[in-house]
């Protein structure tokens, strides 16, 4: 089919043409409707043999049912800030440090001990008082029992990074 030459003869063309796109329209309404159906109705406990004649009304009205009586917890929440996530990222690194620096024993165990305690601090902090890692101006909470941990020296230990706080949060993995 080449061009229409005249406005005549688009006009006719979208004559032409309204019947197979409202034909592939309602296609996919129909296959939709029929996934939609053979998700919600094991949901429901009912059989498909049972419920093969279903209205396309049917369908729909009990999908929204379904959703209406879903417990709010089932619900997507909103995206955690920025911060929020790089805390939980920090708190999850030094989880997993702490489940593999004693078995790679790359350092001392008393050295490690203190490395680990002085992280689970940091993170407890950040997590108390709702600031960064390192920003903790008031008492630091206990780090998670460790195995004969000595107590850390005077020295300080430089923090971890700030998190940045804007939209463009760069994450190394």
Not at 11 to 25: M, Q, T, V
Request: with cysteine; proline share 13%.
């Amino acid at each position: 089919m080449g061009l229409p030459r005249r406005a005549g003869d688009a006009a006719e063309l979208r004559k032409s043409l309204k019947p197979l796109l409202e034909k592939r329209r309602r296609a996919r309404i129909n296959q939709s409707l029929s996934q939609l159906k053979g998700l919600i109705l094991p949901l429901l406990g009912r059989e498909n043999s049972n419920c093969s004649k279903l209205e396309k009304a049917d369908v729909l009205e009990m999908t929204v049912r379904f959703l209406q009586e879903l417990p709010a917890s089932s619900w997507p929440t909103a995206a955690p800030l920025p911060c929020d996530s790089y805390r939980e990222g920090y708190s999850a690194c030094v989880a997993r440090l702490a489940r593999v620096l004693p078995a790679c024993r790359v350092l001392e165990p008393a050295v490690s001990a203190r490395l680990l305690e002085h992280l689970w601090r940091r993170a407890a902090s950040a997590t108390l008082d709702g600031g960064r890692p390192g920003d903790s101006s008031g008492p630091s909470a206990p780090a998670p029992a460790l195995a004969s941990a000595p107590e850390p020296a005077s020295a300080p230990v430089p923090s971890p990074p700030s998190p940045p706080c804007g939209p463009g949060l760069w994450r190394p993995w």
